[in-house]
């Protein structure tokens, strides 16, 4: 059942663990548009700016929607290794009851990230 829902994507340069993940003057968005969500589907979704990403560094993406956004809950400890490639390390992260507020749940992220080395 697709759904329209404004989204947001944010990023900020290292881990959240090494800053105040809830104040929201600390991410910088890279895309807010309204986007027809179906769960049962991946949504290709541009991002407005790109995340530059250094060789060894660390980013951390927050997503936000009004819907819904899917994603895994996870068993795993906060910032254990999720997925991986020979260029990328997706760790365990975490979920808010609403955006910016309260830390809820541990989720991995469930789609795609296509990027250029």
Request: proline share 1%; no cysteine.
């Amino acid at each position: 059942d697709d759904k329209e829902s404004d989204l947001w994507i944010y990023y900020q340069d290292g881990s959240y663990k090494d800053f105040n993940a809830l104040d929201e003057n600390k991410w910088i968005e890279v895309f807010s548009d309204e986007v027809k969500l179906d769960p049962d589907k991946l949504v290709d979704i541009q991002l407005t700016d790109e995340i530059t990403i250094s060789a060894g560094g660390t980013v951390s993406v927050y997503i936000v929607s009004k819907k819904e956004v899917v994603y895994k809950k996870s068993r795993d400890k906060e910032f254990d290794i999720d997925a991986e490639s020979e260029d990328f390390v997706l760790r365990v992260g975490r979920s808010t009851k609403k955006e910016f507020r309260q830390l809820d749940r541990l989720a991995e992220f469930v789609g795609r990230i296509i990027y250029q080395t």
